[in-house]
């Protein structure tokens, strides 16, 4: 029923097009942002076509034996157009699971896009992970996200916080100056994670070139013009997501985070459906980061899962 075409770069113009009118697609799956860093993957992304239509499309890449939906992806699963139809969909993975076999591909991880980032309803996968391939959930990770529309009230200790901001001298605005936050963003992942951003200054400046209004930058600053925090903000047309918070220990002191998040959430995106303050979760996400989500939760914001599939396929010819 469908042709399924393994992805090259001749593909890229009519991928990007698919992406940006799909029911469920967000700029994270436009070849532009997937391939500033393909170097590091196989890609194996897929093309489904029905009756010479193009239907869905899957971000993928594959290593050692495995079908990953996209590793190099928050979440990767599979792109639709508003006609596919549930049993579409459900034939779509019986004949992909053939395909895969045919590859010599037999183990699939797959990462589901969030509800929230969805246009119109678009779980159809999910049902066919269910139906179809008896998929079971490895890896469940909790975000915290804000719909808009129906906000709940700020913590007390939040307010609290962006009033001292305010009389600390903080202010804030949006700006170009990714060099002048990537500082305070490593220093503060390694003095608190010992971990470093997953993307370098070089790649954010070009992702931002790319994606000029869907990736922005905020900045706290001191009186003198000092910036002591900051925030990247991922735009999407059903999100709005917070790629990356940090502040300096001097930012954390003069309460600079309340001071972004109050101008961020109550004035220039308050009318936007949600905002996605992104995981609090570690390793295979059984760890919660407590401190983490009860920041978050004090903006307002409650959870959502971000859920991996796995299963195996043996399709004899």
Not at 43 to 61: C, E, I, K, M, Q
Not at 149 to 167: C, I, Q, S, V
């Amino acid at each position: 029923m469908f042709d399924i075409v393994r992805y090259d770069a001749t593909h890229a113009d009519e991928w990007n097009e698919f992406v940006s009118t799909s029911k469920n697609g967000t700029f994270l799956l436009d070849r532009r942002y997937m391939d500033y860093h393909s170097d590091c993957f196989a890609d194996h992304s897929l093309l489904f076509y029905l009756d010479g239509r193009l239907a869905a499309l899957l971000p993928a890449n594959e290593r050692e034996g495995t079908l990953y939906s996209h590793q190099g992806l928050t979440y990767g699963g599979l792109v639709m157009d508003e006609k596919i139809t549930t049993r579409q969909v459900m034939t779509l993975f019986e004949e992909m699971n053939a395909y895969l076999s045919s590859q010599g591909i037999h183990h699939i991880i797959y990462k589901a896009i969030p509800h929230i980032y969805h246009r119109v309803p678009s779980e159809e996968d999910l049902y066919a992970l269910h139906a179809v391939c008896q998929a079971r959930i490895i890896q469940r990770d909790i975000s915290s996200a804000i719909r808009q529309e129906a906000p709940l009230r700020w913590r007390h200790d939040r307010h609290y916080g962006a009033n001292k901001a305010h009389t600390n001298g903080i202010s804030v605005e949006q700006s170009d100056d990714f060099a002048a936050f990537w500082p305070i963003l490593e220093d503060n992942l390694q003095r608190t994670y010992g971990a470093r951003p997953v993307h370098t200054l070089a790649e954010m400046e070009l992702l931002h070139s790319r994606f000029p209004k869907e990736i922005v930058l905020y900045l706290a600053r001191k009186a003198d013009g000092t910036p002591v925090a900051g925030t990247v903000l991922y735009v999407t047309p059903q999100v709005v997501h917070a790629q990356y918070i940090s502040a300096s220990p001097e930012g954390k002191r003069l309460h600079a985070v309340d001071a972004l998040y109050r101008r961020i959430l109550l004035e220039d995106y308050g009318d936007h459906h949600f905002f996605d303050f992104g995981k609090s979760t570690e390793g295979d996400g059984t760890v919660l980061n407590e401190s983490l989500i009860y920041q978050k939760e004090g903006f307002g914001a409650r959870g959502v899962c971000y859920d991996w599939y796995e299963w195996k396929v043996n399709v004899e010819f």
